[in-house]
């Protein structure tokens, strides 16, 4: 089991730039793929971006790639989403997720997550 804390939330303007952390516990970190997924108010919980347990193999949405850079420290057990030439769609509030099985590739995109943090919330003003 793991649970996660993410920070780094707040108001941008439209172009900026924002770095969002997710801070994991246990001394297990590096077995855990780990997503970022974003709720906008009234819209459904969709991904972002995840990163596979090594760092080696990413996934991100078509509407954020080329944008936004998930990166992870597993000796420091986090996780972080560079999120750069932001724009109104990208507002929401944003939540990590664990995935304790990853069995291949499909694991980013489809999961199943099984841990969740409350999230931050990423305003960006047009």
């Known amino acids: 089991q793991v649970q996660l804390v993410e920070s780094g939330g707040g108001v941008v303007q439209t172009g900026g730039s924002l770095r969002l952390s997710c801070a994991a516990s246990?001394?297990?970190?590096?077995?855990?793929?780990v997503g970022w997924f974003r709720q906008a108010p009234g819209k459904e919980r969709v991904i972002v971006a995840a990163?596979?347990?090594?760092?080696?193999?990413?996934y991100y949405a078509g509407s954020v790639k080329g944008r936004f850079t998930i990166s992870r420290d597993n000796a420091k057990n986090m996780v972080y989403l560079f999120m750069n030439s932001l724009k109104p769609e990208d507002t929401g509030n944003y939540s990590c997720?664990?995935?304790?099985?990853?069995?291949?590739?499909?694991?980013?995109?489809?999961?199943?997550?099984?841990?969740w943090g409350q999230g931050t919330q990423v305003t960006v003003s047009s």
């Open positions: 997720a664990a995935a304790e099985t990853y069995s291949d590739y499909s694991v980013l995109r489809y999961g199943p997550y099984d841990y």
């Open positions: 990163i596979s347990r090594s760092g080696g193999s990413t």
């Open positions: 246990g001394r297990t970190f590096s077995t855990y793929a």
